[in-house]
Protein backbone atom coordinates (compact mmCIF):
# COMPACT_ATOMS: atom_id res chain seq x y z
CA UNK A 1 0.00 0.00 0.00
CA UNK A 2 1.74 3.23 -0.76
CA UNK A 3 2.03 6.03 1.10
CA UNK A 4 3.43 9.36 0.91
CA UNK A 5 3.24 11.97 3.57
CA UNK A 6 4.76 15.67 4.03
CA UNK A 7 5.47 17.55 7.17
CA UNK A 8 3.26 19.85 8.25
CA UNK A 9 4.34 21.16 11.80
CA UNK A 10 5.55 19.24 14.91
CA UNK A 11 3.34 16.21 14.76
CA UNK A 12 1.63 16.88 11.36
CA UNK A 13 1.52 15.55 8.51
CA UNK A 14 -0.17 16.36 5.14
CA UNK A 15 -1.18 12.64 3.94
CA UNK A 16 -1.36 13.45 0.30
CA UNK A 17 -1.15 9.71 -0.79
CA UNK A 18 -2.90 7.23 2.23
CA UNK A 19 -2.55 3.86 1.53
CA UNK A 20 -3.44 2.97 -2.28
CA UNK A 21 -2.50 -0.09 -4.36
CA UNK A 22 -2.63 0.09 -8.31
CA UNK A 23 -1.65 -1.98 -10.87
CA UNK A 24 -0.78 -0.88 -14.33
CA UNK A 25 -0.72 -3.37 -17.85
CA UNK A 26 0.82 -3.38 -20.95
CA UNK A 27 -0.63 -1.10 -23.48
CA UNK A 28 -3.20 -0.12 -21.22
CA UNK A 29 -4.79 3.72 -20.15
CA UNK A 30 -5.67 4.04 -16.56
CA UNK A 31 -7.44 6.76 -15.91
CA UNK A 32 -6.55 8.32 -12.31
CA UNK A 33 -9.62 10.94 -11.41
CA UNK A 34 -10.15 13.43 -8.84
CA UNK A 35 -10.51 17.13 -7.61
CA UNK A 36 -7.84 19.47 -6.67
CA UNK A 37 -6.04 18.02 -3.60
CA UNK A 38 -7.22 14.35 -3.75
CA UNK A 39 -3.53 13.36 -4.29
CA UNK A 40 -3.32 11.89 -7.64
CA UNK A 41 -0.21 14.22 -8.86
CA UNK A 42 1.81 13.37 -6.01
CA UNK A 43 1.38 9.33 -7.07
CA UNK A 44 2.72 10.39 -10.39
CA UNK A 45 5.66 12.02 -8.91
CA UNK A 46 6.23 9.22 -6.33
CA UNK A 47 6.37 6.72 -9.09
CA UNK A 48 8.48 8.77 -11.48
CA UNK A 49 11.06 8.70 -8.79
CA UNK A 50 10.74 12.63 -7.71
CA UNK A 51 9.58 11.59 -4.38
CA UNK A 52 10.43 8.76 -2.05
CA UNK A 53 7.84 6.40 -1.11
CA UNK A 54 7.30 7.18 3.16
CA UNK A 55 6.03 3.57 3.01
CA UNK A 56 5.06 1.01 0.38
CA UNK A 57 6.61 -0.30 -2.37
CA UNK A 58 6.67 0.45 -6.42
CA UNK A 59 7.22 -2.36 -8.51
CA UNK A 60 8.13 -2.33 -11.87
CA UNK A 61 8.21 -5.35 -13.56
CA UNK A 62 9.21 -7.63 -10.58
CA UNK A 63 11.80 -4.79 -9.64
CA UNK A 64 11.78 -2.36 -6.52
CA UNK A 65 12.38 0.86 -7.16
CA UNK A 66 11.06 2.36 -4.22
CA UNK A 67 13.58 4.87 -4.19
CA UNK A 68 14.28 8.71 -6.01
CA UNK A 69 14.58 8.23 -9.43
CA UNK A 70 18.94 9.86 -8.96
CA UNK A 71 19.14 6.35 -7.19
CA UNK A 72 17.94 3.85 -8.95
CA UNK A 73 19.92 1.96 -11.93
CA UNK A 74 20.87 4.47 -15.18
CA UNK A 75 18.70 1.55 -17.29
CA UNK A 76 15.70 2.06 -15.30
CA UNK A 77 15.79 5.39 -15.28
CA UNK A 78 14.60 6.25 -19.35
CA UNK A 79 11.54 3.10 -18.62
CA UNK A 80 9.17 5.58 -16.65
CA UNK A 81 8.76 9.10 -18.09
CA UNK A 82 6.34 11.76 -17.44
CA UNK A 83 4.44 14.68 -19.15
CA UNK A 84 3.52 18.00 -17.24
CA UNK A 85 0.60 19.63 -17.40
CA UNK A 86 2.44 22.81 -18.11
CA UNK A 87 5.14 22.44 -20.86
CA UNK A 88 7.26 25.07 -19.91
CA UNK A 89 8.21 22.99 -16.51
CA UNK A 90 10.27 20.42 -18.78
CA UNK A 91 11.17 22.51 -21.43
CA UNK A 92 14.35 24.90 -21.58
CA UNK A 93 13.68 28.37 -22.82
CA UNK A 94 17.24 28.93 -23.82
CA UNK A 95 17.62 25.86 -25.53
CA UNK A 96 16.66 25.21 -29.04
CA UNK A 97 14.49 21.95 -30.11
CA UNK A 98 16.79 20.11 -31.00
CA UNK A 99 19.07 20.42 -27.99
CA UNK A 100 16.32 19.85 -25.98
CA UNK A 101 15.54 16.51 -27.70
CA UNK A 102 18.87 15.78 -28.11
CA UNK A 103 19.76 15.04 -24.42
CA UNK A 104 17.62 12.15 -23.30
CA UNK A 105 18.57 10.74 -26.57
CA UNK A 106 22.04 10.97 -25.95
CA UNK A 107 21.69 9.62 -22.39
CA UNK A 108 19.86 6.79 -23.01
CA UNK A 109 20.89 5.21 -26.16
CA UNK A 110 22.10 2.28 -24.90
CA UNK A 111 19.09 1.69 -22.74
CA UNK A 112 16.50 2.20 -26.21
CA UNK A 113 14.57 -0.78 -27.20
CA UNK A 114 14.61 0.27 -30.98
CA UNK A 115 11.41 1.29 -30.59
CA UNK A 116 10.96 4.90 -31.20
CA UNK A 117 13.58 7.02 -33.55
CA UNK A 118 17.03 7.95 -32.44
CA UNK A 119 16.71 11.74 -33.90
CA UNK A 120 15.49 15.02 -32.79
CA UNK A 121 14.02 15.42 -36.10
CA UNK A 122 12.18 12.17 -36.23
CA UNK A 123 11.08 12.50 -32.55
CA UNK A 124 9.45 15.42 -34.44
CA UNK A 125 7.77 13.81 -36.94
CA UNK A 126 6.58 11.04 -34.46
CA UNK A 127 4.45 13.18 -32.75
CA UNK A 128 3.09 14.81 -35.77
CA UNK A 129 5.07 18.21 -35.53
CA UNK A 130 7.65 19.28 -38.86
CA UNK A 131 11.31 18.41 -38.32
CA UNK A 132 11.61 22.21 -39.08
CA UNK A 133 11.20 23.14 -35.41
CA UNK A 134 14.60 21.69 -34.25
CA UNK A 135 15.91 24.81 -35.21
CA UNK A 136 13.54 26.84 -32.80
CA UNK A 137 12.91 27.33 -29.70
CA UNK A 138 9.97 26.52 -27.27
CA UNK A 139 8.91 29.86 -26.58
CA UNK A 140 8.11 30.75 -30.14
CA UNK A 141 5.67 27.54 -30.35
CA UNK A 142 1.68 27.37 -29.19
CA UNK A 143 0.80 25.98 -26.75
CA UNK A 144 -0.06 22.59 -28.53
CA UNK A 145 3.14 22.58 -29.99
CA UNK A 146 4.78 22.93 -26.78
CA UNK A 147 2.77 19.91 -25.18
CA UNK A 148 3.85 17.72 -28.62
CA UNK A 149 7.66 18.56 -27.96
CA UNK A 150 7.16 18.03 -23.98
CA UNK A 151 5.60 14.74 -25.11
CA UNK A 152 8.62 13.84 -27.67
CA UNK A 153 10.76 14.27 -25.24
CA UNK A 154 9.38 12.06 -22.79
CA UNK A 155 9.38 9.30 -25.58
CA UNK A 156 13.05 9.88 -25.95
CA UNK A 157 14.06 6.95 -23.91
CA UNK A 158 11.78 4.53 -25.45
CA UNK A 159 10.05 3.96 -22.53
CA UNK A 160 7.15 1.67 -21.11
CA UNK A 161 5.22 3.62 -19.03
CA UNK A 162 4.31 7.28 -19.32
CA UNK A 163 2.46 9.15 -16.68
CA UNK A 164 0.33 12.11 -18.37
CA UNK A 165 -0.01 14.22 -15.40
CA UNK A 166 -3.44 16.62 -16.98
CA UNK A 167 -1.52 17.05 -20.14
CA UNK A 168 -4.62 19.15 -21.48
CA UNK A 169 -6.00 20.77 -19.05
CA UNK A 170 -4.12 24.16 -20.19
CA UNK A 171 -4.96 23.60 -23.91
CA UNK A 172 -8.17 25.24 -26.37
CA UNK A 173 -10.59 22.15 -27.06
CA UNK A 174 -9.58 21.79 -30.38
CA UNK A 175 -6.15 21.67 -29.73
CA UNK A 176 -6.47 18.97 -26.92
CA UNK A 177 -8.17 16.74 -29.73
CA UNK A 178 -5.49 16.79 -31.48
CA UNK A 179 -2.68 15.99 -28.49
CA UNK A 180 -5.00 13.01 -27.15
CA UNK A 181 -5.60 11.84 -30.56
CA UNK A 182 -2.03 11.51 -31.17
CA UNK A 183 -1.41 10.01 -27.68
CA UNK A 184 -3.83 7.22 -28.47
CA UNK A 185 -1.89 6.48 -31.99
CA UNK A 186 1.56 6.66 -30.33
CA UNK A 187 -0.05 3.75 -27.50
CA UNK A 188 -1.41 1.99 -30.09
CA UNK A 189 1.89 1.45 -32.43
CA UNK A 190 4.42 1.04 -29.75
CA UNK A 191 2.07 -0.68 -27.05
CA UNK A 192 2.78 2.41 -24.36
CA UNK A 193 1.14 2.07 -21.00
CA UNK A 194 -0.24 5.56 -19.89
CA UNK A 195 -1.54 6.84 -16.46
CA UNK A 196 -3.88 9.31 -17.51
CA UNK A 197 -4.23 11.74 -14.57
CA UNK A 198 -6.80 14.36 -14.83
CA UNK A 199 -10.07 15.57 -13.31
CA UNK A 200 -12.25 15.67 -16.46
CA UNK A 201 -14.35 12.17 -16.51
CA UNK A 202 -16.32 12.44 -19.73
CA UNK A 203 -12.58 12.69 -21.48
CA UNK A 204 -12.11 9.33 -19.62
CA UNK A 205 -14.79 7.88 -21.36
CA UNK A 206 -12.87 8.09 -24.28
CA UNK A 207 -9.36 7.59 -23.68
CA UNK A 208 -9.14 4.95 -20.54
CA UNK A 209 -9.42 1.20 -20.10
CA UNK A 210 -9.85 0.99 -16.73
CA UNK A 211 -10.62 4.52 -14.22
CA UNK A 212 -9.97 4.63 -10.81
CA UNK A 213 -11.38 7.74 -8.58
CA UNK A 214 -9.25 9.16 -5.92
CA UNK A 215 -10.22 11.07 -3.02
CA UNK A 216 -8.04 12.63 -0.09
CA UNK A 217 -5.26 10.27 -0.62
CA UNK A 218 -7.34 6.95 -0.83
CA UNK A 219 -8.88 5.25 -3.63
CA UNK A 220 -12.51 5.00 -3.64
CA UNK A 221 -13.61 2.86 -6.78
CA UNK A 222 -11.86 1.16 -9.65
CA UNK A 223 -13.23 -0.48 -12.52
CA UNK A 224 -13.18 -0.91 -16.35
CA UNK A 225 -14.44 2.23 -17.80
CA UNK A 226 -17.84 0.85 -19.97
CA UNK A 227 -18.60 -0.92 -15.70
CA UNK A 228 -17.23 2.45 -14.16
CA UNK A 229 -19.89 4.60 -16.45
CA UNK A 230 -22.97 2.45 -16.60
CA UNK A 231 -22.17 1.33 -13.30
CA UNK A 232 -20.92 3.18 -10.59
CA UNK A 233 -20.79 2.44 -7.46
CA UNK A 234 -19.47 4.65 -4.88
CA UNK A 235 -21.12 7.51 -3.50
CA UNK A 236 -18.42 10.19 -4.48
CA UNK A 237 -18.13 8.46 -8.10
CA UNK A 238 -21.80 8.97 -8.22
CA UNK A 239 -21.42 12.75 -7.11
CA UNK A 240 -19.11 13.41 -9.78
CA UNK A 241 -20.76 11.87 -12.96
CA UNK A 242 -24.29 13.43 -11.96
CA UNK A 243 -22.13 16.64 -12.12
CA UNK A 244 -20.78 16.03 -16.12
CA UNK A 245 -22.66 18.30 -18.08
CA UNK A 246 -24.40 16.89 -20.82
CA UNK A 247 -26.31 18.59 -24.45
CA UNK A 248 -28.86 15.75 -24.81
CA UNK A 249 -31.91 13.94 -23.09
CA UNK A 250 -30.21 10.76 -23.92
CA UNK A 251 -27.21 11.09 -22.13
CA UNK A 252 -28.60 12.72 -19.18
CA UNK A 253 -30.85 9.30 -18.68
CA UNK A 254 -27.65 7.98 -19.03
CA UNK A 255 -26.57 9.72 -15.57
CA UNK A 256 -26.67 8.48 -12.02
CA UNK A 257 -29.22 9.99 -10.16
CA UNK A 258 -27.75 13.62 -8.92
CA UNK A 259 -26.29 13.17 -5.93
CA UNK A 260 -25.38 16.06 -3.50
CA UNK A 261 -22.59 16.36 -1.11
CA UNK A 262 -22.60 18.05 2.04
CA UNK A 263 -20.17 20.23 3.82
CA UNK A 264 -16.76 21.31 2.55
CA UNK A 265 -13.69 19.00 1.54
CA UNK A 266 -11.34 18.40 4.60
CA UNK A 267 -8.10 19.30 4.67
CA UNK A 268 -5.50 16.78 4.08
CA UNK A 269 -4.16 17.43 7.56
CA UNK A 270 -6.90 16.98 9.59
CA UNK A 271 -8.95 13.82 7.96
CA UNK A 272 -11.76 12.82 9.77
CA UNK A 273 -11.66 9.02 11.08
CA UNK A 274 -13.69 6.69 9.69
CA UNK A 275 -14.01 7.06 6.08
CA UNK A 276 -13.02 10.51 4.81
CA UNK A 277 -15.97 11.04 2.65
CA UNK A 278 -18.41 10.57 5.94
CA UNK A 279 -18.77 14.36 6.46
CA UNK A 280 -19.80 14.93 2.72
CA UNK A 281 -21.82 11.50 1.71
CA UNK A 282 -25.55 11.83 2.09
CA UNK A 283 -25.66 7.75 3.02
CA UNK A 284 -23.01 7.80 5.54
CA UNK A 285 -24.02 5.34 8.28
CA UNK A 286 -22.93 5.33 12.53
CA UNK A 287 -19.89 2.98 10.90
CA UNK A 288 -18.61 5.63 8.28
CA UNK A 289 -17.85 7.90 11.06
CA UNK A 290 -15.99 5.28 12.83
CA UNK A 291 -14.26 2.50 10.71
CA UNK A 292 -12.05 3.12 7.28
CA UNK A 293 -13.68 0.68 4.83
CA UNK A 294 -11.28 -1.42 2.81
CA UNK A 295 -11.45 -1.91 -0.97
CA UNK A 296 -12.78 -4.96 -2.14
CA UNK A 297 -14.12 -6.16 -5.23
CA UNK A 298 -17.57 -6.34 -5.47
CA UNK A 299 -18.06 -7.48 -8.83
CA UNK A 300 -15.48 -8.84 -11.64
CA UNK A 301 -12.79 -6.55 -11.79
CA UNK A 302 -14.98 -3.44 -10.10
CA UNK A 303 -13.65 -3.02 -6.89
CA UNK A 304 -14.99 -0.12 -4.17
CA UNK A 305 -14.24 0.95 -0.80
CA UNK A 306 -17.28 1.81 1.24
CA UNK A 307 -19.52 0.15 4.14
CA UNK A 308 -22.35 -0.03 1.58
CA UNK A 309 -20.89 -2.76 -0.35
Given amino acids: MLKKYFPYKKGLFVKAVDGINLEIFPGETLGLVGESGSGKSTV ?29 PHEMKGRIRIVFQDPNSSLNPRRTIRQILSIPLKLHKNNSNGEFPSSPEALLE ?37 LLDEPTSALDVSIQAKVINRLVDLQERHRLSYLFITHDLSLMRNVAHRVAIMYLGKMCEIAKTREFFENPLHPYTQMLLSSIPVVTGEEEQLKPKKITSRGEIPSPVNIPPGCSFNLRCP ?19 HHVRCHLY
Fill in 44 to 72: AYTVVGMYAPTEGKIIYKGQDISFPSKFR
Fill in 126 to 162: EVGISPTYVHRFSRSLSGGERQLVAIAHALATDPDLV
Fill in 283 to 301: FAMDKCKEVDPEMKEFEAE
